[in-house]
């Protein structure tokens, strides 16, 4: 699973995993971002929290994942995301020895305050597929639109300043917690998250292949 603050690079670092690896991964982020676009009951329900930076209810979230888990988790998953609160990380725990598996790695991602400001503020998004990416790299195209699928880069709604204060206060109160919880089960790894994309990969590509080796 990959733990960190907005603007953390989880969600970049996920699609790389799964690309290099071909490990699912799966982020209640994005998936209440689908929702919402396609209008679903789900979506309407939580668009109002996280446009406003607040954390979605935690049986809302858990029955996501564990509904997730049985349809896709047969063969190794990795959550963007998620846990993000104690009792969420619980109810995980749960889960999990019901179907009979374990974590391997839990990876935190450690960035300053100046990266994720410097982050959020420049970020775009796929509108189509949610593939993400910068200004800065996005510029030097002539519309901006995503390499992957044409869809159209957009700004996401809650990456502004304000709501991000709202969603730092809330990352410090209810998931800076599960560092120590996670700590204690020994499978805490902690990664300098404010280098660039492939110097994050190369660390996170080395834990999972000593994993997947022993
Ligand atoms: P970021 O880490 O950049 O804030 P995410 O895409 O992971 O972005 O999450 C966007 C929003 O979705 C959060 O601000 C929150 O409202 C909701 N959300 C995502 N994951 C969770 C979770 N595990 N528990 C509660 N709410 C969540």
Redesign the pocket.
Known sequence: MLL?????G??TQAEMITRQFGIPVT????I??REKDLGTPLGLE?AE??QH??????K??VRLIEDWLRLHGGHGFVF??????LP?AESLSSILTRLRTALDLAIWLEVSEETVRDR?SSRLQCRSCGFTTSAASAKFAERPVCPYCDGPLVR?N??DITVLQN?LA??KNKTQPLAEFYEKTSILHRIDGNRDREAVFNDISRLIEEKTAA
């Open positions: 960190g603050a907005p603007g953390s989880k969600g982020s209640p982020g994005a209440l971002r939580t929290i996280t930076g607040g954390l979605v209810s935690d809302i979230i963007d995301g998620f846990p993000r609160t969420q959020i996401r809650d990456d969603r809330e990352f």
